[in-house]
């Protein structure tokens, strides 16, 4: 069996925050090593099953800067999956314009377009990396994070979960600042009656017992929050049996301040109960509805 309790391999997209990552992940405990030639991961993971049981998590870096080298990397999973060692890969990217911002701020070349324009290597990086995003366990668009709120993330699903453990993340939006990018499932509960029309609740939010009791009184809230218990009950389960590492969820309103962070809070509190459960109110500082 192996020694270490978690194999986080990071890659995605140049300029997109895998670097701030790293950092992030060694922060919480984790032995971590940039630009690693996949192929090399499996020998790599052997030695430390074979070394102290002081390295207990591992972090590579493997992206397209390692030229042709990267092209092992599907080989160096599969070969991980015959020795049954888990592996977690978490994806990184952002939006064309942030990226190239953040290499123009940056004053560096893309590696993809040494000669070329930026977007030339952002476009041709994209569809190189297409393959492995899909692959990926966790996805994270880092167009609008700061470093601090990346680690935030970081530290709630990866810090604590056990290979073959399943983790259910709630996330409660606004629809007017987009969808969750990562959600396997989105619950759209603009039907509701909203507290933003409520003087005395406009400036609260859904975490204020106020606006939460508000939220809950309605008939159609009661019905939707058994349905909704109900089908999550059955589905993280099933999603289990199919090891699945983790179930994303998010309930979104207008704008991701009053009815979403309720709903989300009344979810995480039928759920802590049976699994382990975090939750993000993403957009709850944000202005109101």
């Given amino acids: 069996m192996p020694r270490f309790t978690r194999l986080v391999i990071i890659t995605g997209l140049s300029g997109a925050g895998k670097t701030v990552a790293l950092r992030s992940l060694e922060d ?3 032995f971590c090593v940039d630009n690693f030639p996949p192929a090399l991961i499996p020998k790599f993971s052997e030695l430390v099953q074979q070394s102290t049981d002081s390295v207990r998590r591992i972090a590579l870096v493997c992206d397209l800067r390692g030229g042709e080298f990267f092209a092992a990397l599907f080989d160096s999973l599969r070969e991980l999956e015959e020795r049954q060692i888990a592996y977690h890969i978490l994806y990184l990217e952002a939006d064309d314009d942030v990226l190239v911002r953040r290499y123009k701020a940056s004053r560096r070349r893309h590696p993809l377009s040494k000669e070329g324009r930026i977007t030339e290597g952002i476009a041709k990086e994209r569809t190189l990396l297409e393959s492995v995003r899909q692959r990926a366990h966790l996805v994270v668009n880092t167009s609008e994070m700061k470093p601090a709120e990346l680690k935030d993330i970081l530290a709630q699903r990866l810090s604590t979960v056990r290979p073959g453990e399943l983790i259910v993340h ?4 606004g629809f007017k600042y987009g969808l969750p990018i990562d959600a396997d499932l989105v619950f759209d509960v603009r039907f509701l009656p909203n507290p ?7 400036k609260r939010t859904g975490q204020d017992p106020a606006v939460y009791d508000y ?33 994303v969820i998010g309930i979104g309103c207008t704008g991701g301040r009053h009815r979403s962070v309720a709903l989300a809070e009344r979810l995480r509190e039928h759920i802590q109960t049976t699994q382990k459960v975090t939750i993000v109110h993403r957009d709850i500082a944000k202005d109101s509805e």
């Fill in 215 to 247: 939220v809950m009184q309605w008939p159609a809230t009661k019905e939707f929050m058994t349905r909704l218990l109900d089908m999550v009950d059955f589905l993280v389960p099933q999603y289990q049996r199919e090891g699945k590492p983790q179930v």
């Fill in 28 to 30: 919480l405990g984790y």
């Fill in 196 to 202: 933003y029309y409520l003087d005395s609740l406009r």
């Fill in 170 to 173: 709630i996330v409660s939006f």
